[in-house]
């Protein structure tokens, strides 16, 4: 069992940036691939960005390339979304996710998620 908790949420003005963080319980998060996805008022969920377990290897929606990084800090439990150059359409609630081996662009995939951050961009 796998407990997700996101952090860092907030409002921000265009261009700004933005940090999530989002802290996993357990002793075997390394086991786990991590994804972000968010989800704005009326739309689907969309993948954000996803890391292996071992950080080695990384993804990201094309909305968000070049913008935004995925990180983590394995003796942390913690994985990061650093958000840059933020516009309104970022705007959106922010969830992470764990699932074991691989990351994955699909939300179904994944067996446990956080509350969720939301995030604001004014413009």
């Known amino acids: 069992q796998v407990q997700l908790v996101e952090s860092g949420g907030g409002l921000v003005q265009a261009g700004g940036s933005l940090r999530l963080s989002c802290a996993a319980s357990?002793?075997?998060?390394?086991?786990?691939?991590m994804g972000w996805f968010r989800q704005a008022p009326g739309k689907e969920r969309e993948f954000v960005a996803g890391?292996?377990?071992?950080?080695?290897?990384?993804a990201y929606g094309d909305p968000v390339k070049g913008r935004f990084t995925i990180s983590r800090d394995n003796a942390k439990n913690t994985v990061y979304l650093q958000m840059n150059s933020l516009k309104p359409e970022d705007t959106a609630v922010y969830y992470c996710?764990?699932?074991?081996?691989?990351?994955?662009?699909?939300?179904?995939?994944?067996?446990?998620w956080g509350q969720g951050t939301r995030v604001t961009v004014s413009s």
């Open positions: 996710a764990a699932r074991q081996r691989y990351y994955s662009r699909y939300s179904h995939t994944y067996d446990y």
């Open positions: 890391i292996m377990g071992s950080g080695s290897s990384s």
């Open positions: 357990g002793r075997t998060f390394g086991n786990y691939a």
